[in-house]
């Protein structure tokens, strides 16, 4: 499989190079060139088959011509000792749970699939990265421990001032490890602003090999795709019927990523999704991306710090413009229809959602008249351990659940007792010093 940019399909690079390169020097996005056909293996699948088994099959299936289906399996049994999970709730109903990892963040699938392709890649063919990313716990914390050991990886990771999280001693680059975290006197906003001015500096980025482990860098977004064809191969003996996911929009990696299961010829009927800024409903109740009224040649570039996927949700859709109309169904979700939403699945399941999760439940019962035409079911996919984020769900039940040790243990607050740095020159000059 090729990659191309989303700003230039001449632009074109193979898989080693898109996650090495990250950002297109065009301003873009790496997206796949083309897909192979998997409807034969993926109905091969079923209950038994693991997801690592998923990961390495796709990952061979899409590309074999630079890695040998041995290496492709050793990458995911490697990436993945965790696994997600999917439950039956009801006849029509499930839930696809992608929160069952060290930290309770669905991040950790994409955060340790990279590394591990990312190691590989540098081992085979030599040389070093080093990753570049803003974060306020859980992203961090991930990655610190995908690259724990690692020979050929480090990472600068940038925290507003108290949100240090889930690091160890060992892993500090003062005390031999791979790691060099930096606190910001300043915001989430100031973290994330000091990455896209280093990022803009081309001749740095490549004089540090430096990479981001956001879903700006398809390898992160790549691991996404495994989490539809593992579902369908839990659900392909129970339901009879069309099957619908429906899922927090985010930054849409997921949606980009469950769409792009469907071009490798993956078994879905649509996603339903609230609607976002970017993601509208029209007149005739279908979907409309607001950005598409403004071409690429007049956007800034993408930004490695806080990416969006909806340039590569518009590819898709520029490519097929039906699929806009038969494959994503966006429902508009008040606050009230969402706290509702969280209630139900509380009382109907024991369900305890976020409220993200609660707003996608919600945009499924305002879309029932799709679900209940063809007695279709609904997998609603639920990102992050209800206890990450249970503000929202102590407020509208009066209790949360409690937190596991593990989740405890993977955010812990970590005191660096070091210097607050608040520019990029300031970041620059600390990379110097210690990498």
């Not at 700003?7 to 996650?19: I, L, M, P």
Request: glycine share 6%; with cysteine; net charge negative.
């Amino acid at each position: 499989m090729k990659f191309i940019s989303t700003r230039d399909s001449s632009n074109q690079v193979n898989f080693a190079q898109s996650v090495l390169n990250c950002m297109p020097c065009d301003g873009g996005l790496y997206i796949p060139e083309n897909f192979a056909d998997l409807r034969k293996w993926l109905l091969y699948t079923n209950e038994r088959t693991t997801f690592q088994s998923i990961a390495g099959s796709l990952t061979s299936a899409c590309i074999n011509d630079e890695f040998s289906p041995i290496i492709c399996e050793t990458i995911a049994t490697k990436a993945f000792p965790f696994s997600p999970k999917v439950r039956r709730l009801d006849n029509n109903l499930f839930t696809l749970e992608l929160y069952h990892t060290p930290t309770g963040s669905h991040k950790e699938f994409g955060i340790s699939y990279l590394v591990n392709c990312l190691e590989t890649i540098l081992t085979m063919n030599g040389g070093h990265a080093v990753f570049l990313d803003a974060t306020v716990g859980e992203l961090g914390a991930s990655l610190a421990r995908a690259i724990r050991g690692k020979s050929h990886l480090k990472a600068v990771l940038l925290y507003p001032r108290g949100f240090v999280r889930g690091l160890e001693e060992s892993d500090f680059v003062w005390n031999g490890g791979n790691v060099l975290p930096i606190e910001i006197d300043g915001s989430e906003h100031t973290c994330h602003e000091i990455v896209r001015e280093i990022f803009a500096d081309r001749d740095f980025v490549e004089k540090y090999h430096l990479t981001v482990a956001n879903t700006a860098n398809i390898g992160r977004l790549m691991a996404q795709t495994f989490f539809y064809p593992y579902a369908f191969s839990r659900l392909k003996n129970q339901v009879s019927g069309d099957i619908f996911y429906a899922m927090p929009c985010g930054n849409y990696s997921n949606l980009v990523a469950g769409l792009y299961s469907w071009r490798l010829s993956l078994p879905v009927n649509g996603f339903i999704c609230p609607t976002t800024d970017e993601i509208k409903v029209d007149l005739t109740g279908n979907c409309e991306i607001m950005d598409s009224i403004v071409s690429l040649s007049k956007r800034g570039v993408a930004d490695p710090a806080s990416p969006s996927n909806l340039e590569r949700l518009e590819e898709i859709f520029g490519t097929n413009e039906l699929m806009m109309k038969h494959f994503v169904y966006p429902a508009e979700v008040s606050k009230k229809e969402t706290e509702d939403a969280c209630r139900k699945l509380f009382l109907d399941y024991n369900v305890y959602a976020d409220k993200s999760t609660s707003r996608a439940y919600a945009a499924a019962l305002k879309r029932k008249e799709i679900i209940e035409e063809d007695d279709a079911s609904v997998v609603l996919v639920m990102r992050d351990h209800p206890t990450v984020k249970s503000e929202f769900i102590r407020h509208t039940l009066g209790e949360a659940p409690e937190m596991p040790e593990r989740i405890e243990d993977a955010l812990r607050h970590t005191v660096l007792n070091r210097p607050y740095l608040g520019s990029a020159m300031e970041v620059i000059l600390a990379m110097a010093d210690e990498l």
